[in-house]
């Protein structure tokens, strides 16, 4: 048995037997804000989008805290380093990377940048990278320029043949977003990525705060399914022999606010939009002391849920996310600061009351934190179907046996483990 696939048995025991201490095994994910330093201003970016003021102060996880994760590499199972700034312009992203090869972490890796750095780094460097995931939202020049405000279309597209020329075996992957102002292009997109040899494309969700104008205008309306559907369809007539792998993550919310999909009137508004000062702040949003992340569970209260209940999110049990400031969350969907790792170090962070708590709620359904009970994240469940087969081993389990976390919203995911409930709660 490997230590990954040891490590995630024992993540998946540790849900089982409510271990909630951090000790039964380490991130099965871990996610890495390495520096919050950008080159771009890309229109929804929730960090430094155009109603988000960009960063003043650069900030970026030291070194020594790398090394400390070290371990954590060997175990994990997905590793992402591109959680807040572009990764490339880490100041010691070569360091990083050395160090993720020597502790076996290039093979999990899937490192997601803007394309506009790649020829700042040798193909030998980038080598034995699980995944290269390169953010392309248009193959048209202006609306490519316009999303991803700073970046240069023939620059970032020269970027791409030239990497993948000189890494004829590398998995290289194209992330959409798929918004308002390119649902007619996927089609296009998916084409100009074949023609390149990109391996794999996904398409997701505009993603940020309901307080952002630009997410207001850009995130996809029911009455604009249709429209996204017969592109996809599209594709899919056209990728009949599978030469590449498309994912869909949109996650259809039933949003719908009557307003038609104008491609011109959306265009002028987002430029007005760009003009404008900004008025939101990540940090700000994601303070540490974000009241609807708190989670009032006395010291020394306890309760004894059903032991076939299922927990209401896997991520604190699964994952880690670190931003530059080394404030620590327990998963991608802009959770806030759960945590800080300065002067306690990570391990502390993962073993400390924070995590703990938060991972007591899980299978306490009446402390979970207000903004958990509002997550749409596709990743709300991931491992579900692990831990329900983790059950199953229980002489005592019956499908009727398993209790359903109240409240919850189904993401597209829920669909997959609707087999393994019972037919009342599916």
Same mark, same amino acid.
């Given at each position: 048995?490997?230590?990954?696939?040891?490590?995630?048995?024992?993540?998946?025991?540790?849900?089982?037997?409510?271990?909630?201490?951090?000790?039964?095994?380490?991130?099965?994910?871990?996610?890495?804000?390495?520096?919050?330093?950008?080159?771009?201003?890309?229109?929804?970016?929730?960090?430094?989008?155009?109603?988000?003021?960009?960063?003043?102060?650069?900030?970026?996880?030291?070194?020594?805290?790398?090394?400390?994760?070290?371990?954590?590499?060997?175990?994990?199972?997905?590793?992402?380093?591109?959680?807040?700034?572009?990764?490339?312009?880490y100041r010691n992203f070569k360091n990083f990377l050395e160090i993720c090869?020597?502790?076996?972490?290039?093979?999990?890796? /899937?490192?997601?940048? &803007?394309? $506009?750095? *790649?020829?700042?780094?040798? !193909?030998?460097?980038?080598?034995?990278? +699980? @995944?290269?995931?390169?953010?392309?939202?248009?193959?048209?020049?202006?609306?490519?320029?316009?999303?991803?405000?700073?970046?240069?279309?023939? /620059?970032?597209?020269? &970027?791409? $043949?030239? *990497?993948?020329?000189?890494? !004829?075996?590398?998995?290289?992957?194209? +992330? @959409?977003?798929?918004?308002?102002?390119?649902?007619?292009?996927?089609?296009?997109?998916?084409?100009?990525?074949?023609?390149?040899?990109?391996?794999?494309?996904?398409? &997701?969700?505009?993603?940020?705060?309901?307080?952002?104008?630009?997410?207001?205008?850009?995130?996809?309306?029911?009455?604009?399914?249709?429209?996204?559907?017969?592109?996809?369809?599209?594709?899919?007539?056209?990728?009949?022999?599978?030469?590449?792998?498309?994912?869909?993550?949109?996650?259809?919310?039933?949003?719908?606010?009557?307003?038609?999909?104008?491609?011109?009137?959306?265009?002028?508004?987002?430029?007005?939009?760009?003009?404008?000062?900004?008025?939101?702040?990540?940090?700000?949003?994601?303070?540490?002391?974000?009241?609807?992340?708190?989670?009032?569970i006395r010291d020394g209260q306890r309760f004894n849920p059903d032991k076939?209940?299922?927990?209401?999110?896997?991520?604190?049990?699964?994952?880690?996310?670190?931003?530059?400031?080394?404030?620590?969350?327990?998963?991608?969907?802009?959770?806030?600061?759960?945590?800080?790792?300065?002067?306690?170090?990570?391990?502390?962070?993962?073993?400390?009351?924070?995590?703990?708590?938060?991972?007591?709620?899980?299978?306490?359904?009446?402390?979970?934190?207000?903004?958990?009970?509002?997550?749409?994240?596709?990743?709300?469940?991931?491992?579900?179907?692990?831990?329900?087969?983790?059950?199953?081993?229980?002489?005592?389990?019956?499908?009727?046996?398993?209790?359903?976390?109240?409240?919850?919203?189904?993401?597209?995911?829920?669909?997959?483990?609707?087999?393994?409930?019972?037919?009342?709660?599916?």
């Open positions: 048995m490997t230590m990954r696939t040891e490590n995630f048995e024992n993540f998946i025991q540790g849900m089982k037997k409510r271990t909630c201490d951090g000790s039964s095994n380490s991130p099965v994910q871990l996610m890495l804000g390495l520096t919050n330093v950008c080159n771009l201003h890309c229109a929804f970016c929730p960090y430094c989008g155009f109603c988000m003021r960009k960063t003043e102060q650069p900030e970026e996880i030291p070194l020594n805290i790398v090394e400390e994760l070290a371990p954590y590499m060997e175990n994990a199972r997905f590793i992402n380093p591109s959680g807040r700034g572009e990764p490339l312009l090869r020597d502790h076996d972490g290039l093979q999990v890796m /899937q490192l997601i940048n &803007n394309g $506009t750095q *790649l020829h700042r780094f040798s !193909p030998e460097m980038l080598r034995d990278i +699980n @995944v290269i995931c390169i953010s392309v939202d248009s193959v048209n020049k202006e609306t490519f320029e316009l999303l991803r405000c700073g970046a240069h279309f023939e /620059q970032v597209m020269e &970027n791409i $043949t030239n *990497l993948r020329s000189s890494l !004829p075996s590398a998995v290289l992957q194209w +992330n @959409v977003v798929v918004n308002r102002l390119n649902i007619a292009e996927l089609y296009d997109i998916f084409c100009t990525a074949r023609e390149i040899g990109i391996n794999y494309i996904s398409f &997701n969700d505009v993603y940020g705060f309901e307080e952002d104008r630009t997410i207001q205008l850009l995130r996809l309306r029911k009455s604009d399914y249709a429209a996204v559907e017969r592109q996809l369809h599209r594709i899919n007539e056209a990728n009949k022999d599978s030469q590449m792998f498309v994912g869909n993550l949109i996650s259809y919310d039933g949003f719908e606010d009557q307003i038609p999909c104008d491609t011109e009137a959306i265009r002028q508004e987002l430029l007005q939009l760009k003009s404008l000062p900004p008025y939101l702040d990540f940090d700000e949003i994601n303070s540490e002391d974000t009241k609807s992340r708190e989670i009032n076939f209940a299922l927990p209401y999110c896997t991520a604190p049990f699964s994952t880690m996310m670190i931003y530059p400031n080394l404030t620590v969350a327990p998963c991608c969907a802009d959770f806030g600061a759960l945590d800080s790792a300065r002067g306690k170090g990570v391990h502390g962070v993962w073993c400390g009351k924070h995590f703990k708590k938060l991972r007591y709620a899980m299978f306490h359904y009446d402390f979970i934190p207000d903004f958990c009970k509002g997550c749409s994240s596709f990743a709300r469940y991931e491992y579900i179907n692990e831990y329900i087969e983790a059950l199953k081993q229980d002489k005592d389990y019956t499908i009727e046996q398993l209790t359903i976390p109240p409240r919850f919203t189904p993401p597209k995911a829920w669909s997959r483990i609707r087999r393994s409930l019972p037919k009342s709660a599916a």
